[in-house]
DNA sequence: TCTGGGGTCCTAGGACCC
DNA sequence: TCTGGGGTCCTAGGACCC
């Protein structure tokens, strides 16, 4: 385990807010809400409102009418991670990011090059602030679990070291939310117990946590009560999943509607799998019943493919099989992902590739890349909205 | 509180192989 | 006719995060 407390959390506030107040003065100061339909961010000044992001857009606008609705601009904020990890790397080689907008950095060892970790720290948000435009929190501690928890704590645009000698004095205190890993079921749970804070979890032993929250979950939570989960920090993690869904009204949906939403969400995660050069073996169907309750259906190939017919073929195979249970307890979404992600496969040239599924595939890729991705669209999907995407691991 | 759209990780059972 | 143990892969569900 490392000695100093040489681990960064970086994580950008309100990252896609941010960017839009960033780009339009007027919004600076006010509350802003990014997306329609649900909220993929809010300011702070939203957020004071207790607005969330993955709120529905009707509750947040209850909860806050005079925010500012804005539709999200993934190009722009696709643009400022790209700026904001350029400067992560030009501080570390040792980065491990972890979404659109925050990432571990491992600075042990760059203290004579660089100073200490909270030098480091303090000079990559004032990079990031002068040269992106964004606030962004830095936690600082000896390992990535507690470096988490600490920017959770000095959010926003904060700093907030967590010194070796002072790590359970820190986590102690802190009611069990803050843990990273611990949603509403588990929080609820321990709440039943009479379980509100960390130190209070750290007390109970693991035959009693394990009783309570299963054998796995139980005896993770045991160490991080008492930080005891070293975790290296991960160079080069790249995504092991991609997919798409869409939601649908409370219905009837006929199998065809259904098929048809299903070739479109096929389409725009081969495309975006070739677009970012990986390839799949394994298709998901995921499926939302009228009462809500989810379930998934999956296949795995013999090869992995960024091909749009077999991956279409796989995924309309469990969707017809899926059909009887559809007829009987409807359908309110419908989605796909294709995982075992590897390298796409170096396709032949081709002239001696008289294959038709490749040539269709990269013929609509090179229109969509020229005119924009709604140029060409599968005539059973004429007249419906395409969905949002929201980026992750860089490919 | 009526419900997005992206993801990751963990668990558990069954098939299959040695 | 019954009997071990271990490892890997596949499938499905569920919790959690942004």
């Known amino acids: 385990m490392p000695t100093g407390a040489s681990i960064l959390h970086a994580d950008l506030d309100a990252f896609y807010a941010s960017v839009e107040q960033r780009d339009d003065p007027r919004l600076r100061g006010r509350p802003v809400i990014v997306g329609g339909g649900v909220v993929l961010a809010a300011s702070y000044e939203a957020k004071a409102y207790g607005v969330q992001s993955a709120m529905g857009g009707r509750q947040a606008r209850r909860l806050c009418p005079e925010a500012v609705v804005v539709p999200p601009r993934m190009a722009a904020y696709t643009a400022a991670s790209r700026a904001v990890f350029a400067i992560f790397r030009d501080t570390t080689p040792w980065v491990e990011g972890l979404s659109i907008d925050e990432a571990f950095l491992d600075v042990g060892g760059l203290r004579r090059l660089s100073g200490s970790p909270v ?34 704590v000095a959010k926003p645009d904060g700093l907030l070291e967590v010194p070796p000698d002072g ?13 990273w890993g611990v949603g509403p079921v588990t929080a609820a749970k321990l709440r039943a117990r009479g379980i509100h804070t960390v ?32 975790r290296p920090v991960q160079v080069g993690r790249r995504r092991s999943s991609m997919g798409a869904q869409h939601a649908l009204g409370a219905g009837p949906h006929s199998p065809a509607d259904v098929d048809a939403t299903l070739s479109g969400l096929v389409d725009r995660v081969a495309r975006r799998l070739r677009a970012a050069g990986r390839a799949g ?25 960024d091909r749009t017919t077999p991956l279409l073929a796989a995924a309309r195979s469990l969707l017809r ?61 004429l007249g419906r909205r395409p969905g949002l995407e ?4 860089p490919d």
């Open 199 to 230: 130190g209070q979890l750290a007390r109970l032993d693991v035959p009693t946590l394990e009783s309570l929250l299963g054998a796995g979950a139980g005896g993770h939570l045991h160490a991080l009560a008492h930080h005891r989960d070293p």
């Open 321 to 381: 099989a899926a059909q009887p249970e559809l007829a009987r307890r409807g359908i309110t979404l419908v989605g796909v992902a294709v995982g075992n992600l590897d390298d796409a496969p170096v396709q032949p040239e081709l002239p001696f590739t008289p294959d038709r599924g490749v040539e269709l595939d990269n013929a609509v890729d090179a229109v969509r890349d020229r005119f924009g991705a709604a140029a060409l669209t599968r005539a059973t999907l």
């Open 119 to 152: 030098q480091i720290a303090t000079r990559l948000r004032r990079m990031v602030g002068e040269q992106v435009g964004l606030p962004i929190t830095v936690g600082v501690a000896r390992t990535k679990f507690l470096a988490k928890v600490a920017s959770g």
């Open 167 to 179: 790590e359970l004095a820190f986590l102690h205190p802190l009611p069990v939310e803050r843990l």
């Open 281 to 305: 073996r394994t298709v998901t169907l995921r499926l939302r019943f009228a009462d809500y309750t989810a379930a998934t259906r999956s296949r795995t190939l013999r090869r992995a493919t």
């Open 390 to 393: 929201m980026p992750r691991l």
